[in-house]
């Protein structure tokens, strides 16, 4: 085992020192981490207003690395691994969702206390968001449009190398595809829960779903602090802009295919 920046070291010497040096708050960093919390304001609402978000944006780590994990897997065929890493990634989404949450107990009136603080600093200027996004597989034309226009006519560079990575989505079809699955209603109807692509295919969808009511509770929240009539710090129609992307979907093949399930079924079809 090599511990980082012990490269002069024997493994062991590193260990012991480690061991006798270390203790919860050195290794933790909470010095620093505790540092970092530095409201503008004497309102204590905006304590929690910050924690929420380091909170998040410390969930959105974990969850990066567990989306490069579950790619990696994919590739290499491993599908019973798959099953605890998709897991794993569901539970940091419900992780992020609920300290998302935690803000409905923000009182509206604390909450205007400081926002006039934050000037155009937005939630949509996180990079983690926005890789998450590219790298669970949502890439569509428009919704890198929209990107742009947000980011000030470019991508960011984030953006830009996660677009240049494989995405979950893409892995997954392709995995897929060497196990000998073409046609997904198929196999959801003959082969179920006995298959691991379908078990592990419900999980992502579970993780679609999540996500999905992140950005449902998301909006709503944000009425809940802005009501109807008042931009962004982004400068956005919120509720406009926010509804719109309740429609991206990182799995669009395993929604559709509940509609070929439901017609095949004896759904009657919509015009
Ligand atoms: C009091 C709580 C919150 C309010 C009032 C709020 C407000 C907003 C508003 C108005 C927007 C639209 C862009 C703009 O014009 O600023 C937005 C977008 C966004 N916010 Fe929040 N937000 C809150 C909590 C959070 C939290 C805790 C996070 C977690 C990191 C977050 C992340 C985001 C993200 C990622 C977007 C972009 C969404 C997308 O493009 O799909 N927000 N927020």
Redesign the pocket.
Known sequence: MALRGSAAMTDRQAVALASRDLTYHSYLRLRDLLSLQRPFSDDPGELH?IV??QS??LMFKLMLAELRNLVALFDADKWCATLPCAQRLNHQAQLALE??RS?RD?PVTS?HGFRGLLGTA???Q?TQ?REIEVLSGLRDPGYLAVQRRLAGGRLPDEMVRALQERDLATAHQAAARRLGVTDWARLYREEGCSSPCYLVSECLLDYDDLFLAW?NE?LA??ER??GSRV??????D?LS??ER?RRYRFFPYLWEMRSDLAADAGGRLVD
């Open positions: 207003f929420a978000h998040m944006e300290h998302m803000l923000l909450f937005s939630g949509a996180s968001f950005r998301h929240l944000v602090m802005l931009r962004g710090t982004a400068g956005t919120p802009f926010l992307t």
